[in-house]
């Protein structure tokens, strides 16, 4: 092999390892934009006041529990998902819990009209529902209206340590 040879299969095999010890640093720092947003989404809300149910209240055509932090009615009220997307980017959502469903009440997920998914319900065979069932927060990837995303759900608790909803924030698979 000569010098020209073994130059070209030196750049070749730099490349090969640069890109390959790159590859898990995207993921990190998706991960790591997930854990973000969730800490801003939860600290926004902690602002507002404790989180409770109090009566019912139509969500895109459903009736469903009506989700406050403190005296801030969450249903259908876009401010708070939108701060969190507007300071991190991604998407943000508040779920509450009707029966045996979790509903987005809050968020600034799209579906595919454009139209906010507001009234849809979190897939109940998707990987977050048994940790959300149990109490204990989800992250990891998760398929969100036939798109992949990089994903945080963490309960939303009452007084009684009750699971009333869900916070969720995440990001497209990249």
Not at 85 to 90: A, D, I, R, W, Y
Not at 118 to 127: C, E, H, Q
């Amino acid at each position: 092999m000569n010098r020209k040879q073994f130059l070209t299969a030196l750049l070749a095999a730099g490349a090969i390892v640069a890109v390959g010890s790159t590859m898990p640093r995207v993921g990190m720092a998706q991960t790591d934009k997930v854990a973000a947003s969730m800490a801003t989404l939860k600290a926004k809300a902690a602002k507002l006041g404790a989180p409770k149910i109090e009566g019912m209240d139509a969500v895109a055509g459903k009736e469903v529990p009506a989700l406050y932090f403190g005296a801030t009615k969450m249903n259908n009220f876009f401010d708070v998902v939108d701060e969190v997307v507007t300071e991190n980017g991604g998407t943000a959502t508040f779920f509450v819990k009707a029966g045996d469903d979790y509903v987005r009440v809050a968020t600034n997920v799209k579906k595919d009209d454009g139209s906010r998914a507001v009234g849809t319900v979190l897939d109940p065979k998707g990987p977050a529902i048994a940790m959300i069932k149990a109490s204990k927060p989800y992250y990891g990837d998760a398929d969100i209206l036939g798109k992949k995303y990089v994903t945080g759900y963490e309960p939303i608790l009452d007084a009684e340590n009750n699971t009333i909803g869900i916070y969720y924030v995440g990001y497209l698979k990249q």
